[in-house]
């Protein structure tokens, strides 16, 4: 396994990965030491997306995902890569995506479950109320708003 830790300036994420491909984003505020192999190598495409991202133009890459979503979870996962950047939806509107109307609920189970946040946008999916429900990194629901705020907005400041 390994591990590597880069501030992006509007955040801090770290990234683990087995040898068959990425198995966590994480939200950090500081850097842990873990038992596992600092290195860069695993993480060239993920890190090339985020750059793309801070620039406001994130790039299409397919990244090697190593973990098992249950089959609804792929379905919800699948379809939060296409809501475009700085656009949001309401998890009622993924839940008509997936073919399963009545799933608003599960579909935000299913994203408080997600490893890889800004690869899987979950940040862009709100409560049907227009409520920032949910987002389970440190400061949730203010990170929440401020990835929205930074994705709509001109500027490039966070």
């Known amino acids: 396994m390994y591990y590597w830790v880069y501030d992006y300036g509007l955040f801090i994420l770290q990234y683990t990965s087995s040898d068959k491909g990425l198995t966590r984003i994480a939200f950090i505020s500081v850097q842990e030491n873990c038992n596992l192999i600092y290195s860069e190598n695993p993480f060239v495409d993920i890190h090339r997306y985020m750059l793309s991202y801070i620039d406001k133009n994130p790039i299409d890459i397919d990244v090697a995902l190593d973990f098992s979503p249950t089959a609804f979870q792929k379905k919800v996962y699948d379809a939060s890569l296409k809501i475009p950047f700085g656009e949001i939806i309401t998890y009622k509107e993924l839940a008509i995506m997936i073919d399963n109307p009545k799933a608003a609920r599960?579909?935000?189970?299913?994203?408080?479950?997600?490893?890889?946040?800004?690869?899987?946008?979950?940040?862009?999916?709100?409560?049907?109320?227009?409520?920032?429900?949910?987002?389970?990194?440190?400061?949730?629901?203010?990170?929440?708003?401020?990835?929205?705020?930074?994705?709509?907005?001109?500027?490039?400041?966070?």
């Open 106 to 158: 599960a579909v935000g189970g299913a994203l408080g479950k997600n490893p890889f946040p800004m690869y899987i946008p979950c940040h862009r999916i709100i409560g049907n109320n227009g409520a920032l429900t949910g987002f389970s990194a440190p400061d949730g629901i203010n990170l929440k708003k401020k990835l929205i705020d930074f994705e709509r907005n001109d500027t490039h400041e966070f």
